[in-house]
């Protein structure tokens, strides 16, 4: 296996550090083409759907992409803004702020995102960090709980990167960030922060993603976590 290695590399004492935030992902356009490139990649992914490969092949190829695409492009552009995807649009802002907040306080930190699945890609990040001289790389992906089917799938797309790479940064990976305490201040301020402008209302209602009950029995935390 030939290893990439990093073009023009200087080996001097580097303390760059590099945080890649990452989210799950999104067509690049609404439309079924891009949805069906975008829907393949997630729905191919094994975290996903733990269904006997080929098995699962006949019924993504055969049933889901054909008919789904047409289906998700049209609800993707009742919410397509005109500067693109509204989270590859949020998820910029996010960076933005990050890399403002982080910079202010601690220094020269080079801060970043990539999407699970899509583009940006993780490894294309990754490459770039380095390019930049980060040695040391923490990844967050951007879901406060912890699943396999999210958090474990982003690890392994961070994994893939790395089994080609001859020099490896020194790794940190947030698993979860549901219990912190600012990150709860954080949800309290923005239902707040509404209450004070539209009203209280007589219930919050607090939706969350699920995952299949033989996940959570086979130990997955996520329903926990929330």
Known sequence: MKFTGLENFKHEQSQKIGVLLVNLGTPEQPTP???????????????????????WWMILHLIILPFRAKRSAKAYQSIWQADGS??????????????????????????????????????????????SGAKKLMVIPLYPQYSATTTASTFDAVAKSFAKRRLLPELRFVNNYHDNSLYIKALAEKVEGYWQKHGKAEKLVLSYHGIPKRNWLLGDPYACEC
């Open 86 to 131: 509204p989270l590859l649009i949020n998820t910029q802002k996010l960076t933005e702020k990050v890399a403002h907040a982080i910079n202010r306080s601690e220094g020269q930190v080079l801060v970043d995102f990539a999407m699970r699945y899509g583009t940006p890609s993780v490894d294309s990040k990754i490459e770039k960090l380095q390019q």
């Open 33 to 55: 083409r891009a949805l069906r490139t975008y829907l393949k990649e997630f729905l191919s992914d094994h975290r996903v759907v733990e269904i006997p490969k080929f098995i």
